[in-house]
């Protein structure tokens, strides 16, 4: 689906949402769109990146993000090659400098890091000529989470997300996902809520440009969407979670909940779900919930990213 070549992407690299200009999330959105209905075709491959490298290097474990630009950058035809931590020459000692110099070496057009430090996207796009994606660096950013989350709620929405008021519910603290969704969100007019113990919420929360809850029932009223996030079970042995059992009772996202929320309201979550912890299965398998529409969006999304940072030398020319 070709862009408008007369408007060069900007960007370089996607680092953060935060980057991003509200025009410039619908432009990536609307040809995200074009691609989906590509997705949906009975031959599903088109030549646009025929040509291109994209290499996958994550260093911290994935499945759908992982699985997601592969995918992404095999419909465009692009070529793909992954490095992960095992059976690289991470696992010899090597710095993130000297590994990003070698990739660079090789010449490819677009590199996706996945990586546990936060500012790991951001060294390798300052030492690197070629486009850098974020694929989620430590607990800061994971940019294009946000953007396919935001792809999902259009299809609900449409352009209408200004006034709009959307719960993140979960392990806030210690989540890039819910970091960039609140950038985003915010960007397009969203209210946003957060809901979770004190203990998962980050530190000066109290400053954020949110409402914070503690209970779940007062955060879900009157909400159009609700956002469940993973609840990273190590913390629970740092102290910060002494009972599951109460915390499913408290925060477990279940119809009850929902009831309070607006007619209509969606839920959604960026997996893996830990079901009758953070989400009931009712609710997770209901027709209300969009995990399989972030998936199928994911694939989308990230075409258009890939394409944008592809061929932006080229004026978006397909």
């Known amino acids: 689906m070709p862009d408008d070549n007369r408007h060069p992407w900007p960007h370089k690299d996607l680092l953060d949402v935060t980057q991003l200009e509200a025009d410039e999330v619908f432009r990536l959105l609307d040809l995200a769109s074009g691609f989906q209905e590509i997705n949906r075709r009975p031959v599903k491959k088109v030549p646009t990146l025929k040509g291109k490298t994209v290499v996958l290097f994550f260093a911290e474990n994935s499945t759908r993000t992982k699985t997601s630009f592969d995918m992404a950058a095999k419909r465009l035809s692009a070529d793909t090659f992954a490095l992960g931590t095992t059976g690289s020459s991470i696992n010899k000692g090597e710095s993130l400098k000297d590994t990003g110099l070698t990739l660079q070496a090789m010449n490819p057009d677009v590199i996706v890091i996945r990586h546990q430090s936060s500012g790991a996207a951001q060294y390798l796009a300052d030492l690197l000529p070629c486009g850098v994606v974020n694929g989620g660096d430590g607990w800061h950013a994971h940019p294009t989470q946000a953007l396919l989350d935001c792809f999902s709620l259009r299809e609900i929405w449409g352009n209408d997300f200004a006034g709009r008021e959307l719960l993140i519910l979960g392990d806030i603290a210690h989540s890039r996902v819910a970091r960039s969704n609140l950038h985003l969100l915010r960007k397009l007019g969203v209210r946003v809520r957060l809901c979770a113990p004190r203990t998962l919420l980050p530190a000066g929360v109290d400053h954020w440009p949110v409402e914070v809850f503690s209970d779940l029932d007062k955060a879900v009223a009157g909400v159009d969407a609700v956002m469940c996030l993973r609840l990273q079970l190590e913390r629970q042995q740092a102290g910060l979670l002494p009972d599951l059992s109460e915390y499913s ?70």
Do not use: K, W
């Not at 119809?255 to 309201?265: D, E, Y």
């Not at 779900?273 to 989400?279: H, K, T």
């Open 249 to 318: 009772r408290r925060y477990c996202l279940d119809f009850r909940h929902l009831a309070r929320a607006r007619p209509g309201a969606r839920v959604l979550h960026p997996g893996p779900m830990n079901r009758g912890l953070e989400i009931s299965s009712a609710v997770a398998d209901a027709p209300e919930c969009l995990v399989l529409q972030q998936v199928a969006a994911g694939v989308a999304t990230r075409m258009a990213v890939l394409y944008l940072l592809a061929t932006r030398n080229e004026g978006g020319a397909a």
